[in-house]
Every structure is written in structure tokens, then in C-alpha cells.
Nanobody, 124 residues
Framework: EVQLAESGGGLVQSGGSLRLSCAVS????????VSWVRQAPGKGLEWVSS????????YYADSVKGRFTISTDNAKSTLYLQMNSLKPEDTAVYYC?????????????????WGQGTQVTVSS
């Protein structure tokens, strides 16, 4: 059974940092593209970042480029999102998602599996 479980969200002041984790089971990062997607209050889903094993350059939305870093730890079966220089507009529920295949993915649709989400709130 495939499972994704996010953790690490919380309340942080503007300019602060958080690291989100997504523990996965039932599949390998060697076979799936994994992403972070967020949903701000009252808004639709927004793709944030994706990573594909064997491709050295991850993909980032312009809104987070230079501030967020996506990574995977195969030994721990965990996906991470290091978020620095956080802004109030980063406030959202953050989801990790996975899709079979090793092609870059920069959209919010077409994923095979989703986590339950973790809330990130950035105060001004």
C-alpha cells in the first residue's frame, strides 16, 4: 500500500524557516516523480516544486525559487522541503504528491498519490 505522510508544518514569523518532511512507503523514488503542492486559504492548488531521481536539477515555481529547496533521502524514504525566507503569502496547506514515471512535472494534476497535508502559517 502506498502512503505519504507530511510533517513539519507550523507557525513561523516572516523571514523564518521550516523544513517539511514527507515519509513515503510502498514505492521508490527511483520509479516516481515527487512534488510539493500547496493550497492557500480560499485559493486553488499551486505547484511548488518537483524532483526526479537521476536528474540533478529540481524544479521550482518562480514564487519560491531561491528560497525553497526540495530533496530526497532514499535511505529514509523521505522527501523534504526546506523553506527559508518565508513570507506571509507562503501560508498554505502543503501536500506531497507522487506520480509514476521519471518525467519532470510542474502541474497540480495527474498525481497517483497524495499525502494528507501539513499546515504552514507565516505571520507578518
Amino acid at each position: 500500500e502506498v502512503q505519504l505522510a507530511e510533517s513539519g508544518g507550523g507557525l513561523v514569523q516572516s523571514g523564518g524557516s521550516l523544513r517539511l518532511s514527507c515519509a513515503v512507503s510502498g514505492f521508490s523514488f527511483d520509479d516516481y516523480t515527487v512534488s510539493w503542492v500547496r493550497q492557500a486559504p480560499g485559493k486553488g492548488l499551486e505547484w511548488v516544486s518537483s524532483i526526479v531521481n537521476y536528474i540533478t536539477t529540481p524544479y521550482y515555481a518562480d514564487s519560491v525559487k531561491g528560497r525553497f529547496t526540495i530533496s530526497t533521502d532514499n535511505a529514509k524514504s523521505t522527501l523534504y522541503l526546506q523553506m527559508n525566507s518565508l513570507k506571509p503569502e507562503d501560508t498554505a496547506v502543503y501536500y506531497c504528491a507522487a506520480v509514476l514515471g521519471l518525467a519532470p512535472k510542474v502541474t497540480t494534476d495527474g498525481y497517483d498519490y497524495w499525502g494528507q497535508g501539513t499546515q504552514v502559517t507565516v505571520s507578518s
